[in-house]
């Protein structure tokens, strides 16, 4: 029997199909609250008509929004996971709960930047519960979730101490139980966080000038940050970490009981040094001008090995124009010029009071900056970048005061997961998230020169699959979520003012002539045989104007 599409379906179906491809001119002429919503964008999972009307009585002031966010306290997964454990709404806690858990605080959790940023951060120091050592930690990967948040607004240096130390990239990465070498027996310490603590998490692979740029040799080739030998002598650094079991008494195994204690598993607290499996041999580590201790003696403990090894990467000069790139790229725009890698890094380096790594800082000089906030760079073609299919969902979530259902855990996507939208927090494939910093997509954008990132995860699967949750959620729910439409509906009758107010929330005013003639032509022609029973004529065009705005181009690419 042939499968039956409802008439509204087929109409918005029709009109993302029958025009050909165009490029999309953005409308860059806002209004202050579009301004704010375009904001909201970068900094939160998604602006809401509160978050409007807040930053309307600060006077628009994006600065003083972001102090009150700092000064929030946040919301924190584990305890929510941890309780509905505790209260016997669940009888464990798996994946599914953990999963629950993050959603909710990122869709609703107070704080929403530093919500925002910790996702960011979640996509360079990656784990990722399709990890058996992950998905099977009890509410550890919440636990992870929520350091990130607690380091958003810190500095670079301890969120780099606290990653390097959690119990979840200790089983993701293999430093948990990761054993000084043998040479006797031929052995040698695991070499995976060495490699990723350089390569993703501090100095990147090339050599960088303050702005980014790359630099080469006399040959015009990039000069690499570091070698093999520097990441045998790192990994010799990430020896001897071992679960925190509150023993001060604990044994260890082996011949000699210098091998590491039988402790309970415990994957939340940090990791503590087992001296009798860290390397406390001599270490040499990145040289460079000013760098304290690019050598390290023996006999150290581990832990101030460990201190020794963070300073030497947080200080290194590349660090803070690698870092400040990726963020730039996560928040703001795919392409950012040198010289706004420049400002940042320049941040980082310095907040004004001598500190290096002050997040808030930088976060700062990110959000504010001209070509974070100036209208010219709307309709800069170089400009922004495809918004990430996770913030499209929350971002339509929030813009229409979802409802969610009711008992233990309802923050429930449904089908909405990594299998439809080609990502999910902390579900990445691998060490190298869903996509890469430096991806170029075959193409205009490639042959541009030009880096497109999330284009990675853009391919015909979830180029249908998204829309269909899209459509899913502005018609009926997805998982436990339905949009909440009464505002708009009381704006249907006068289709520009409701087009209007879709633009507003979901594309800060930035939505094309074109589409918004589109979208206008496809809501006047709904008539009173296309409303589905149970629903009214104002909600049917209500839903189609949602559903084609949230499949265009224009909601697609974040400018």
Not at 1 to 17: K, N
Not at 331 to 359: C, E, I, K
Not at 367 to 388: M, S, T, W, Y
Request: glycine content about 8%; overall charge negative.
């Amino acid at each position: 029997m042939p499968r039956r599409f409802s008439p509204i379906l087929l109409l918005g179906l029709l009109l993302a199909t029958v025009a050909p491809a165009q490029v999309v001119q953005p409308n860059a002429n806002l209004s202050q609250d579009a301004f704010a919503s375009r904001f909201l964008a970068q900094a939160t999972f998604g602006p809401t008509p509160e978050a409007i009307a807040e930053l309307k009585s600060l006077g628009y002031d994006f600065n003083g929004w972001i102090d009150r966010e700092v000064a929030k306290s946040p919301t924190y997964a584990t305890p929510i996971v941890t309780a509905a454990l505790a209260s016997g709404g669940v009888t464990a806690i798996g994946n599914t709960q953990n999963r629950r858990a993050r959603n909710e605080v990122m869709i609703s959790g107070s704080g929403q930047l530093r919500q925002r940023v910790a996702f960011a951060l979640s996509e360079i120091f990656v784990i990722s519960d399709n990890n058996s050592a992950i998905s099977n930690a009890k509410e550890g990967s919440c636990s992870y979730y929520d350091m990130l948040l607690r380091d958003s607004f810190g500095t670079f240096r301890q969120l780099l101490v606290d990653v390097t130390y959690h119990p979840m990239m200790g089983r993701y990465l293999n430093q948990y139980h990761n054993s000084k070498g043998n040479p006797a027996a031929n052995t040698s310490a695991d070499e995976n966080y060495a490699r990723e603590c350089q390569q993703l998490f501090s100095i990147g692979l090339y050599n960088l000038n303050a702005d980014g740029t790359v630099r080469t040799d006399s040959s015009g080739r990039a000069i690499e940050t570091y070698t093999n030998a520097q990441i045998t002598e790192f990994a010799k650094v990430f020896t001897g970490f071992t679960d925190e079991d509150h023993n001060p008494n604990a044994v260890g195994t082996g011949t000699g009981r210098t091998g590491f204690p039988s402790a309970a598993q415990n994957y939340t607290e940090p990791m503590k040094m087992w001296p009798g499996q860290h390397d406390t041999g001599t270490k040499s580590l990145h040289h460079y001008a000013g760098a304290r201790k690019p050598d390290l003696p023996a006999n150290q403990s581990g832990d101030q090995d460990v201190s020794d090894a963070i300073d030497n990467l947080v200080e290194h000069p590349n660090t803070a124009p690698f870092i400040s790139r990726i963020l730039i790229q996560r928040l703001v725009t795919s392409n950012p010029s040198n010289a706004y890698v420049g400002r940042v890094a320049a941040v980082f380096v310095n907040n004004g009071r001598g500190q290096r790594g002050d997040m808030v800082a930088v976060i700062k000089a990110i959000l504010l900056d001209q070509e974070a906030r100036q209208a010219p760079f709307i309709v800069d073609p170089e400009h922004g970048k495809l918004r990430e299919p996770y913030l499209r969902v929350t971002h339509l979530l929030r813009a229409f005061h979802y409802k969610v259902g009711t008992g233990v855990l309802p923050y429930d996507l449904g089908t909405a997961t990594e299998n439809t939208l080609g990502q999910f927090p902390l579900a990445s494939p691998t060490v190298f998230n869903f996509f890469t910093p430096d991806y170029q997509p075959q193409g205009a954008i490639g042959d541009a020169g030009l880096e497109a990132p999330e284009f990675q995860i853009q391919n015909a699967v979830f180029g249908i699959a998204t829309p269909n949750i899209f459509y899913n959620l502005a018609n009926s729910s997805v998982g436990g979520f339905t949009l909440d439409f009464t505002a708009q509906a009381t704006l249907a009758d006068n289709t520009a003012a409701l087009v209007d107010n879709i633009d507003l929330l979901l594309t800060a005013g930035t939505l094309s002539d074109a589409t918004k003639a589109k979208v206008v032509t496809a809501v006047n022609a709904v008539t009173a045989a296309m409303v589905p029973s149970g629903s009214t004529i104002q909600l049917t065009r209500t839903r189609l104007a949602v559903y084609l705005v949230a499949v265009s181009p224009d909601y697609a690419i974040q400018k």
